[in-house]
């Protein structure tokens, strides 16, 4: 077992395979005088490895992923990919899908450029996920939630792709919505050895899709 620095306690996840996505010392705040969001944060997730990330809302989960993703840049500590600095050019081999998936897409384009906007879907991983033609000709505006998820998801898995963190993907979703997408994103990091954070609050999902449970430790002035 190692400890982290930021007080949590993990497998050794070198075990599980290469090292793909790390935190190294992570510390963000949005303006010098406010209360630190994060505070020293420490997480490896290697190839293959679905890692839980769990807290109450308002701790800090969203922020970190978006420092994962390249979206936030940390005040102190980095984030390495395989080792290196994450890439900030070209095609980001780390993705993240969102809650809020209205949020993610552009709503003056219809969904057949929005899901051609990265790489092209294979064609079985549109059925898989239950997306139909009909929808490849409407406005953002025009779909559910869940109908908008399965763009946001199926755009995101790429040939390219190697790690997806997953923000608290299902929380607004129905059950029999949220159970086809996990079944599609289980089938798909099983098979490609994809490397996955799935943020949430919700322990019981954590540990029904993840090899493993990281908590992230409370602290004055978190939030998401």
Request: aromatic share 6%.
């Amino acid at each position: 077992m190692q400890n982290n620095t930021d007080g949590t306690t993990e497998k050794d996840s070198s075990a599980a395979g290469q090292i793909l996505l790390e935190a190294r010392n992570i510390s963000f705040r949005y303006h010098r005088n406010s209360p630190w969001i994060l505070k020293n944060i420490n997480l490896k997730v290697a190839a293959g490895e679905r890692a839980g990330l769990v807290g109450p809302s308002g701790h800090g989960k969203t922020t970190l992923s978006k420092i994962l993703a390249g979206y936030l840049k940390p005040e102190q500590g980095e984030v390495l990919w395989k080792g290196k600095p994450l890439p900030l050019s070209g095609y980001c081999p780390v993705q993240m899908i969102s809650q809020h998936p209205e949020q993610a897409v552009n709503p003056r384009w219809k969904m057949k450029k929005i899901l051609r906007e990265c790489q092209e879907p294979e064609e079985e991983l549109l059925k898989r996920m239950g997306m139909e033609e009909g929808w490849m000709e409407r406005w953002p505006i025009e779909l559910s939630g869940g109908e908008l998820q399965r763009f946001c998801i199926a755009r995101v898995l790429g040939p390219e792709t190697e790690f997806l963190i997953c923000d608290e993907i299902s929380t607004m979703l129905d059950a029999i919505t949220q159970a086809q997408i996990w079944e599609v994103l289980l089938t798909e990091a099983e098979k490609r050895n994809l490397g996955m954070l799935v943020i949430t609050h919700n322990p019981a999902l954590a540990e029904k899709v993840c090899t493993r449970i990281i908590k992230l430790p409370e602290a004055d002035g978190m939030f998401g």
